[in-house]
């Protein structure tokens, strides 16, 4: 596992701390799972981006989507 250095505010810093505490965690775990979660939904956000810029994908409605999930 790689090690990053990072800087926070104090007033970040401070939350980070008494969140950690809170749930009985490291701030490590705390950072790791929270980076986890934004590289997720910006990888989500991406692929979404992707998809509306996409002129040859094809829309369907919310209830055709329905139909294709319940099947």
């Not at 596992?1 to 009985?24: F, G, N, T, W, Y």
């Not at 996409?54 to 989507?65: L, N, R, V």
Request: aromatic share 6%; hydrophobic share 35%; proline share 1%.
């Amino acid at each position: 596992m790689k090690m990053v250095a990072l800087r926070l505010p104090d007033d970040m810093s401070d939350k980070l701390e008494k969140c950690a505490k809170q749930i009985h965690r490291t701030k490590s775990f705390i950072i790791r799972k929270s980076i986890g979660t934004y590289i997720d939904d910006y990888v989500d956000y991406q692929i979404a981006l992707d998809r509306l810029n996409d002129k040859d994908d094809a829309i369907i409605s919310s209830k055709e989507m329905r139909k294709l999930v319940e099947k």
